[in-house]
């Protein structure tokens, strides 16, 4: 075992990027695991239950397996390069010093993209669901609620932020056994035909090659967030292995939940070959007031709103202030934002600057929720085929890695999967994030031609070290 899996990271592994340490490191493996699964929302189907059933013939369970074979090889690579590079950009800094800085920024570039969307996408769902329990209240009031709140969380600290989400986790899995529970009792009292049956998993006389593609598209928006888990690097105690272990482990605990209660809703509805457009939003919702009361299905909505308005909407503004932290830290964005809170160690200006353009966006895109995921999709993905060649280009080409699995096989799949979704991906959101990608590249040149940023030359080779050889035998001896 290398030194990179037992010692406990300080402020000596940011020097040797060229950085001092700014942030708090606060948070533990678990912290860092507990903040993945509150971005990816254990209770996420809840939402969209409905549209995916549509979507999927009923097999929603089948979806998010599909969805979790995908994702998990995207979650290795993360971790390869998190082990390399335990710094707070996450894909931007693994790209740009893995491959070449100019494309660490476009990756940078492009999963902002998705950073800055998914907080508007949280709260206008959040907004959503209270105002079906408080129609009196207008949607944009919400936003508004929810993004003040979040705002002074994040202003706080990371060690308040990692207590909030312990606390809402908590929430949510107390919110899932209570419908396991619900479910297992309705099924044995076989209440409204419900019964077991392995349908939802996989029908025969539904499945579809083009299925699959649809599944995918679906499933890599809902496993969105483990990603997150990295912008988190430089606050970490738990070691170079901590991002990595808290990625993987948190993807395949979410996919266990979403299947677990997808599985279960089918067969709470056995009979049901699709819902109607009003019926498709609320529609677990629906099975829960069928099989309980009104007063539960009430309280499962102000569940699913607090976790997105604000549990995952936290973590979500949290990973898009660090990213920016990152990036103007290397001088890619203004500087300003990379300016640090001297008593709650936060990037304070990205924080605040999250929430405006959160604001903004928010009370712009109410009711496009279908409009703001696809360009969610587009930024990710396109970040994330950059991650898998940089696994290819650094471990594979640069460090002649002898770990095939991990650094070529697992990273090819894994691209030609994405690319797969993406090539399939709405074109209204080629377009919008074309149209992002060409701004970011008129920002890069603006910054080159000026000279500034883009990874000074000795904090990029700064990984040529004995430290880098003993992460690269002990990956390959583990493969």
């Known amino acids: 075992m290398s030194s990179h899996d037992t010692h406990t990271l300080g402020e000596g592994d940011l020097t040797a990027f060229g950085y001092k340490q700014e942030l708090n490191r606060g948070l533990s493996t678990a912290d860092l695991l507990i903040y993945g699964l509150v971005f990816m929302v254990p209770i996420a189907p809840w939402a969209i239950y409905g549209t995916v059933y549509n979507e999927a013939k009923g097999m929603v369970p089948l979806v998010y397996l599909i969805g979790l074979v995908a994702m998990i090889f995207t979650a290795l690579s993360y971790a390869q390069m998190s082990r390399a590079f335990p710094i707070a950009g996450s894909v931007y800094s693994y790209v740009g010093r893995g491959m070449h800085p100019k494309l660490g920024f476009i990756a940078g570039w492009t999963i902002l993209l998705d950073y800055l969307l998914v907080p508007t996408l949280l709260y206008v769902f959040a907004a959503e669901s209270m105002y079906g329990i408080f129609p009196s209240v207008p949607k944009w009031a919400w936003i508004l609620i929810f993004l003040a709140v979040?705002?002074?969380?994040?202003?706080?600290?990371?060690?308040?932020?990692?207590?909030?989400?312990?606390?809402?986790?908590?929430?949510?899995?107390?919110?899932?056994?209570?419908?396991?529970?619900?479910?297992?009792?309705?099924?044995?009292?076989?209440t409204g035909g419900a019964h077991v049956t392995t349908k939802p998993i996989f029908d025969s006389?539904?499945?579809?090659?083009?299925?699959?593609?649809?599944?995918?598209?679906?499933?890599?928006?809902?496993?969105?967030?483990?990603?997150?888990?990295?912008?988190?690097?430089?606050?970490?105690?738990?070691?170079?292995?901590?991002?990595?272990?808290?990625?993987?482990?948190?993807?395949?605990?979410?996919?266990?939940?979403?299947?677990?209660?997808?599985?279960?809703?089918?067969?709470?509805?056995?009979?049901?070959t699709s819902f109607s457009d009003a019926e498709a939003g609320n529609a677990f919702f629906d099975i829960v007031g069928?099989?309980?009361?009104?007063?539960?299905?009430?309280?499962?909505?102000?569940?699913?709103?607090?976790?997105?308005?604000?549990?995952?909407?936290?973590?979500?503004?949290?990973?898009t202030s660090r990213l920016l932290f990152s990036m103007s830290r290397d001088g890619q964005l203004p500087r300003f934002l990379a300016h640090i809170n001297?008593?709650?160690?936060?990037?304070?200006?990205?924080?605040?600057?999250?929430?405006?353009?959160?604001?903004?966006?928010?009370?712009?895109?109410?009711?496009?929720?279908?409009?703001?995921?696809?360009?969610?999709?587009?930024?990710?993905?396109?970040?994330?085929?950059?991650?898998?060649?940089?696994?290819?280009?650094?471990?594979?080409?640069?460090?002649?890695?002898?770990?095939?699995?991990?650094?070529?096989?697992?990273?090819?799949?894994?691209?030609?999967?994405?690319?797969?979704?993406?090539?399939?991906?709405?074109?209204?959101?080629?377009?919008?994030?074309?149209?992002?990608?060409v701004i970011g590249l008129l920002v890069l040149a603006y910054y080159s031609r000026k000279g500034i940023g883009i990874l000074p030359e000795h904090r990029a080779d700064a990984t040529d070290t004995a430290q880098d050889a003993d992460l690269l035998a002990a990956t390959d001896r583990k493969g």
């Not at 599944?215 to 105690?237: M, N, Q, R, Y």
């Not at 099989?291 to 909505?301: D, R, V």
């Not at 102000?302 to 949290?318: D, K, P, R």
């Open 290 to 319: 069928r099989i309980s009361s009104n007063g539960w299905q009430i309280a499962f909505l102000a569940m699913n709103a607090l976790a997105v308005g604000i549990a995952n909407a936290v973590a979500a503004q949290s990973a």
């Open 150 to 190: 979040n705002t002074a969380i994040n202003y706080v600290g990371i060690s308040f932020t990692a207590v909030v989400n312990r606390l809402f986790l908590t929430a949510e899995v107390l919110f899932i056994v209570i419908f396991v529970v619900m479910a297992i009792v309705a099924i044995a009292n076989g």
């Open 205 to 272: 006389a539904n499945f579809s090659a083009p299925l699959v593609g649809t599944a995918l598209s679906i499933a890599v928006l809902s496993f969105l967030g483990f990603d997150g888990i990295a912008t988190l690097s430089e606050e970490s105690k738990g070691g170079h292995r901590s991002a990595g272990i808290a990625m993987i482990g948190g993807l395949f605990l979410v996919a266990f939940f979403f299947i677990s209660q997808t599985w279960l809703a089918g067969m709470l509805i056995p009979d049901t």
């Open 342 to 437: 001297t008593r709650s160690k936060v990037p304070e200006r990205a924080i605040l600057l999250v929430a405006g353009i959160t604001l903004v966006l928010g009370l712009f895109f109410v009711g496009q929720i279908g409009l703001i995921s696809s360009l969610v999709n587009f930024g990710a993905l396109t970040s994330f085929l950059l991650l898998h060649l940089s696994v290819i280009t650094y471990f594979g080409v640069r460090r002649k890695s002898r770990n095939v699995v991990l650094h070529w096989v697992g990273p090819v799949i894994g691209f030609l999967i994405i690319g797969f979704v993406l090539w399939n991906a709405e074109p209204a959101a080629k377009i919008g994030g074309v149209a992002w990608l």
